[in-house]
T-cell receptor, first 116, second 114 residues
Framework: DTEVTQTPKHLVMGMTNKKSLKCEQH?????MYWYKQKAKKPPELMFVYSYEKLSINESVPSRFSPECPNSSLLNLHLHALQPEDSALYLC???????????????FGPGTRLTVL | GESVGLHLPTLSVQEGDNSIINCAYS??????FIWYKQESGKGPQFIID?????DKRQGQRVTVLLNKTVKHLSLQIAATQPGDSAVYFCAENRRGNQGGKLIFGQGTELSVKP
C-alpha cells in the first residue's frame, strides 16, 4: 500500500468554526508532513513530525494545530481561520532520514479548504 | 536567498515531441532531488529522483539530468502525451533535517497540444 489518504476532500468553514483535517498512511513511514498550497504555487511546508514528535514548525500561526496520535495518523486542527487560509492542504509521508537519507515523500490528494 | 527555481513557468509542446523542463538550485549541500507531477485537483505525484552522486537517471519515458557544476537539474519527457499535461515541480532535499525538508521550485506548467 503506497497510498496517503486525506479526509475530507473539500471543506468549507466560517471564521469562527473549529474543524480538523485527517491524514492516514500504512507504509510504515515515521515522518509525516503538512503542506499548504495556493493555486499555481508550489507546496509550502508547515509542519514535520518524526517518530510522532513535532520536529519542524515553519512559523505557522497558532490557529493551525497539528497532532500525530500514532505512527499512521496525522491531524491538522483548524480554529478561527482567515479567508487567506483558503488553500489546498497536502499531507505527505516518508521514511525518516535515519532510515533512508534519500527519503521520497508520498503525497495525499489534499483537502481543498475554503474559509468564508 | 537560496531557492530552487525553474527557468520557464509554462511550456507548450506538440504531442509526440520531447519535452525538457529545467530547474536551477543554489544549495550545494543538497544531496537528493525529486521531480513531481501535479495534475489539476490532485496531490504531487513522484516521477523520478536522483542522488547527488549521479549525473543521469532514466525511467519510463523520463530522464533526469543533474549538473552539479552549474547547479542545474532537468527533466526530459520522451514522446510527450496529452496525459503528461500537468504542473511539474522539482524539489531538493537538504541535509541536516531529520524529517527531510523538501524545497520546491516554482513549477512549470506543461501543456501538450494534440
Amino acid at each position: 500500500d503506497t497510498e496517503v489518504t486525506q479526509t475530507p476532500k473539500h471543506l468549507v468553514m466560517g471564521m469562527t468554526n473549529k474543524k480538523s483535517l485527517k491524514c492516514e498512511q500504512h507504509m510504515g513511514h515515521r515522518a509525516m508532513y503538512w503542506y499548504k498550497q495556493k493555486a499555481k504555487k508550489p507546496p509550502e511546508l508547515m509542519f514535520v513530525y518524526s517518530y510522532e514528535k513535532l520536529s519542524i514548525n515553519e512559523s505557522v500561526p497558532s490557529r493551525f494545530s497539528p497532532e500525530c496520535p500514532n505512527s499512521s495518523l496525522l491531524n491538522l486542527h483548524l480554529h478561527a481561520l482567515q479567508p487567506e487560509d483558503s488553500a489546498l492542504y497536502l499531507c505527505a509521508s516518508s521514511k525518516t532520514r535515519e532510515a533512508s537519507p534519500y527519503n521520497e515523500q508520498f503525497f495525499g490528494p489534499g483537502t481543498r479548504l475554503t474559509v468564508l | 536567498g537560496e531557492s530552487v527555481g525553474l527557468h520557464l513557468p509554462t511550456l507548450s509542446v506538440q504531442e509526440g515531441d520531447n519535452s525538457i523542463i529545467n530547474c536551477a538550485y543554489s544549495n550545494s549541500a543538497s544531496d537528493y532531488f525529486i521531480w513531481y507531477k501535479q495534475e489539476s485537483g490532485k496531490g504531487p505525484q513522484f516521477i523520478i529522483d536522483i542522488r547527488s552522486n549521479m549525473d543521469k537517471r532514466q525511467g519510463q519515458r523520463v530522464t533526469v539530468l543533474l549538473n552539479k557544476t552549474v547547479k542545474h537539474l532537468s527533466l526530459q519527457i520522451a514522446a510527450t502525451q496529452p496525459g503528461d499535461s500537468a504542473v511539474y515541480f522539482c524539489a531538493e532535499n537538504r541535509r541536516g533535517n531529520q524529517g527531510g525538508k523538501l524545497i520546491f521550485g516554482q513549477g512549470t506548467e506543461l501543456s501538450v497540444k494534440p
